[in-house]
């Protein structure tokens, strides 16, 4: 099997989920490396479903050329569930945020199950490039610490 038809594969398990949604697939390549993906895009957002080396991810595009890794999306989500703003928390209030991560075997259960929070994500009025500025200030520390 190639990179994209487990991709495929994989994708058919949702076919119900990208049919509620309007999903359609707008594009597929099948990498000449280690990897594959696909894109989906309904009226309020573009994805692209990545295998990279059997590891699914996901990236929403947003300002019709920029993408964002679902990672974050569901960390926004989660902080402002909690009442919070990402641009106000201190390094220590943020760990709890940058932990917040999906199952690379099962992505798309994650993006269906927090589909209507993504898509006030997106139409939100501080932009998503504000919140990423913000959550991935000092992030590196966190990942890589000095000793």
Known sequence: M???SN???YA???RDSFSTNGFVEKNKINGPGMGAFIEYQNSKMMFRLINDRSQFEIRIFYDNSSDIDLA???AFIEIEKEGQSIQVLSFEEKIKYWEINYDYKDPLKYLFESIEK???QLSDEI???EKMKSYYT???DWLFPKK
Do not use: D, M, N, V
């Open 2 to 4: 190639s990179w994209l």
């Open 7 to 9: 991709l495929e594969e």
């Open 12 to 14: 058919k398990s949702y």
């Open 72 to 74: 974050p999306i569901l």
């Open 118 to 120: 993504i898509y006030e």
């Open 127 to 129: 932009s998503l490039e």
């Open 138 to 140: 000092k992030r590196g």
